[in-house]
């Protein structure tokens, strides 16, 4: 999965603990909305570090079961430190690529968040999951529309980084804007009672403000080597977005959050 764009370790790690804890409420609503029962099978697809296994571990129970599969080793074995810490014994993380996922009619639930839009094969990966739900099982997908993304006021440097988030997902032969096209995919995978809400959040103070410039630190690694941009001009958009977070004065959003549930039958 060499195409994954966003850096991976303990730096990555806290931009998903970031991201997490700002998205936490919307991600919460959007799982208990489905329906998950005590005792069932869950599959964290691309679990980073495994935040929502942990939330989904809650809701299903010590008779239950999670695994959280993630390609990052760093990000799982610090996911084990904090199942650990949490005294959290019915999760299971492992280090898997997810091309290498396949599976038969194990799981009654698979959850997805940010992980489709940074592969170069969704429809694919969609197929496989299918094949691995147990029949009636569900489908939970969290994806992004990048494109949605705003600030108030407008900033050059807020829409330089969600430019170049798009331009270099592109590059890549992915897609920063999958979550618009997943309710087509998901038919195609033979999925059935699909549905969707679209969630946004956004803030003029507090963590959640951090995410645009810690998401394009992430990114700068692969802009320099995909030949994008040069470092003096990430150093320029960088501090930009630094000063525009601390204004008191401003708003900036997260992408617009396409949430997508669906069935086996």
Same mark, same amino acid.
């Given at each position: 999965m060499g195409e994954y764009a966003i850096h991976g370790g303990d730096k990555g #790690?806290?931009? &998903?603990? =970031? /991201?997490? %804890?700002? &998205?936490?409420?919307?991600?919460?609503k959007f799982i208990q909305k489905v329906g998950i029962s005590k005792g069932m099978k869950c599959l964290d697809l691309g679990c980073g570090g495994g935040n929502v296994s942990i939330l989904l571990s809650k809701l299903i129970g010590e008779k239950g079961e999670v695994i959280g599969y993630d390609i990052d080793e760093r990000k =799982?074995? /610090?996911?084990? %430190?904090?199942?650990?810490? &949490?005294? =959290?014994?019915?999760?299971? *993380?492992?280090?898997?690529?997810?091309? +290498? *996922?396949? %599976?038969?009619e194990v799981y009654d639930i698979i959850y997805s968040r940010f992980l489709l839009s940074h592969l170069k094969n969704p429809a694919e @990966? &969609?197929?496989k999951m299918?094949?691995? /739900? #147990?029949?009636? $099982?569900? @489908? /939970? @997908? %969290?994806?992004?529309? *990048?494109? $949605? +993304? *705003?600030s108030v006021p407008r900033s050059k440097d807020f829409d330089s980084y969600v430019s170049l988030y798009q331009k270099l997902l592109e590059k890549r032969g992915t897609n920063a804007n999958l979550g618009k096209e997943l309710f087509s995919l998901l038919n195609q995978s033979r999925f059935k009672n699909i549905d969707f809400s679209i969630s946004q959040v956004a803030h003029n103070s507090g963590n959640g403000k951090l995410m645009a410039e810690i998401t394009f630190e992430g990114i700068s690694e692969a802009l320099i080597k995909d030949k994008i941009i040069s470092q003096n001009v990430i150093e320029e958009i960088q501090s930009g977005l630094i000063e525009f977070r601390k204004r008191k004065d401003t708003i900036m959003s997260l992408p617009r959050i396409f949430q997508f549930y669906a069935f086996k039958q």
């Amino acid at each position: 999965m060499g195409e994954y764009a966003i850096h991976g370790g303990d730096k990555g #790690k806290r931009r &998903l603990q =970031i /991201l997490s %804890e700002t &998205l936490e409420e919307e991600t919460t609503k959007f799982i208990q909305k489905v329906g998950i029962s005590k005792g069932m099978k869950c599959l964290d697809l691309g679990c980073g570090g495994g935040n929502v296994s942990i939330l989904l571990s809650k809701l299903i129970g010590e008779k239950g079961e999670v695994i959280g599969y993630d390609i990052d080793e760093r990000k =799982i074995a /610090l996911a084990k %430190e904090t199942m650990k810490e &949490l005294n =959290i014994s019915n999760i299971k *993380f492992e280090v898997k690529n997810v091309n +290498h *996922f396949d %599976e038969k009619e194990v799981y009654d639930i698979i959850y997805s968040r940010f992980l489709l839009s940074h592969l170069k094969n969704p429809a694919e @990966i &969609l197929q496989k999951m299918y094949h691995s /739900l #147990k029949p009636n $099982g569900k @489908i /939970l @997908i %969290e994806e992004t529309d *990048f494109s $949605g +993304h *705003f600030s108030v006021p407008r900033s050059k440097d807020f829409d330089s980084y969600v430019s170049l988030y798009q331009k270099l997902l592109e590059k890549r032969g992915t897609n920063a804007n999958l979550g618009k096209e997943l309710f087509s995919l998901l038919n195609q995978s033979r999925f059935k009672n699909i549905d969707f809400s679209i969630s946004q959040v956004a803030h003029n103070s507090g963590n959640g403000k951090l995410m645009a410039e810690i998401t394009f630190e992430g990114i700068s690694e692969a802009l320099i080597k995909d030949k994008i941009i040069s470092q003096n001009v990430i150093e320029e958009i960088q501090s930009g977005l630094i000063e525009f977070r601390k204004r008191k004065d401003t708003i900036m959003s997260l992408p617009r959050i396409f949430q997508f549930y669906a069935f086996k039958q």
